[in-house]
Every structure is written in structure tokens, then in C-alpha cells.
Antibody, heavy 121, light 107 residues
Framework: EVQLLESGGGLVQPGGSLRLSCAVS????????FSWVRQTPGKEMEWVAG????????YFADSAQGRFAISRDDSKHTVSLQMNSLRADDTAVYYC??????????????WGQGTLVTVSS | DIQMTQSPSSLSASVGDTVTITCRAS??????LNWFQQKPGKAPKTLIY???SLQSGVPSRFSGSGSGTDFTLTISSLQPEDFATYYC?????????FGPGTRVEVK
């Protein structure tokens, strides 16, 4: 079964860190780029970060640049998002999203079920 | 960044109706436009990619059209399971940006 399963969300204080993970199954992991897309409590959708099929190229939204890191483990079929210096406006449901191809190009194909990140004191 | 707008923000419709949602980009995006459906508490689901290509497994009552700056999503013969929020998203330039969504409600 084709599946993307996120984990790692939770409550964190402002300035804290959190690592999200996405376990992928049901297709050839190394053939595809991946992204993290978040949905705010107001339901706005925002792309956060992307990684190419090779893992050599990573991309970040301005809001995430310098604070977040995206990585992939081809042996474990996982995609991770390390989030540092978290702020209240990072509060959102974070979705792991499969791209349509190997090169990253914002063509979102398949979505995970999401994991909630709440940044609050 | 390219700004995406959608109209209407919400609409009320009945089962069997034909529904049309419009998405507009602030700059030309050729045909690099995707449509997603999201039901309450669920993840988004891809419906249409590259403006008019139907995602595998999506019913043919969903169709997309347009190019440049103006796009439409049409749902022919609305079904009970189609009541949801619909988002457009451009994949033409970085960062890929989303519209604010259109909520399709029961009339």
C-alpha cells in the first residue's frame, strides 16, 4: 500500500526544537522528491521545504531558511524535517508530500495524514 | 512570490449540481496549476495536475481548464462525498504557492 506516515509532532516552547519524520512505503523511495507542507490553524497552506530524489538538493521557504533542515535516509525510506528556533507562527499541521518526479518541482502528488506542531509556552 | 486567489471563498450547492471554482494567479504560470480536495480533519488529496490532467483514481466528474493566469475546476453532477474545501496551487515558480481555498457546502 502506498503510504506516507508522519510522526514527531507535539507541543514545544518558543525557541525549542522538534524533529518530524515521514515513513514512506509502497513505491520506489529513491525515484521521488519530497516536501513538507504546513497548514495553519486558519487553514492556509504553505510549502516549507523540499528535497530532491538524490538528496543533494534542498529547498526552503523564506520562513524556514536558516531554522529548518530537511533530509532523507534512502536505507530507511524516511524523510525528516529538523525544526529549530521555533516560533508561535510555526504552529500548524505538517504534511509530508511526495513529488510527482525525481527532481523537485512543487508538483505535489501524494500526501501523508499530517502531524500537529504546536508552539506555545 | 506568485499570489494565488480563488473565487468564491465558499459556495452552497446541491447533489447533482455543476460547480465551478475559479483560481487566478498574479503572474502567468502557463499550465503549472494543481487542484487539491480536503475534507475536514483529513489530508489534502490531489485531483488535477498541470491544469487539466486527472490524477489516477479521481472520478471523471472532476475537470480542470485554463492557462496563463486564469483557471477553473469544474465538478459535474456533485456527489455527497464532494462537499469539501478545494485549493489551487502553482508549481511554475519558487516557492510553490497555494490559493486560500473554496469551501463547497450543502445547500
Amino acid at each position: 500500500e502506498v503510504q506516507l506516515l508522519e510522526s514527531g509532532g507535539g507541543l514545544v516552547q518558543p525557541g525549542g526544537s522538534l524533529r518530524l519524520s515521514c515513513a514512506v512505503s509502497g513505491f520506489t523511495f529513491t525515484d521521488y522528491a519530497f516536501s513538507w507542507v504546513r497548514q495553519t490553524p486558519g487553514k492556509e497552506m504553505e510549502w516549507v521545504a523540499g528535497i530532491s530524489g538524490s538528496g543533494r538538493n534542498t529547498y526552503f521557504a523564506d520562513s524556514a531558511q536558516g531554522r529548518f533542515a530537511i533530509s532523507r535516509d534512502d536505507s530507511k525510506h524516511t524523510v525528516s524535517l529538523q525544526m529549530n528556533s521555533l516560533r508561535a507562527d510555526d504552529t500548524a499541521v505538517y504534511y509530508c508530500v511526495k513529488d510527482r518526479g525525481w527532481g523537485f518541482d512543487y508538483n505535489f502528488d501524494l500526501w501523508g495524514q499530517g502531524t500537529l506542531v504546536t508552539v506555545s509556552s | 512570490d506568485i499570489q494565488m486567489t480563488q473565487s468564491p471563498s465558499s459556495l452552497s450547492a446541491s447533489v447533482g449540481d455543476t460547480v465551478t471554482i475559479t483560481c487566478r494567479a498574479s503572474h502567468s504560470i502557463s499550465r503549472y496549476l494543481n487542484w487539491f480536495q480536503q475534507k475536514p480533519g483529513k489530508a489534502p488529496k490531489t485531483l488535477i495536475y498541470e491544469a487539466s490532467s486527472l490524477q489516477s483514481g479521481v472520478p471523471s466528474r472532476f475537470s480542470g481548464s485554463g492557462s496563463g493566469t486564469d483557471f477553473t475546476l469544474t465538478i459535474s453532477s456533485l456527489q455527497p462525498e464532494d462537499f469539501a474545501t478545494y485549493y489551487c496551487q502553482q508549481s511554475y515558480s519558487t516557492p510553490g504557492t497555494f490559493g486560500p481555498g473554496t469551501r463547497v457546502e450543502v445547500k
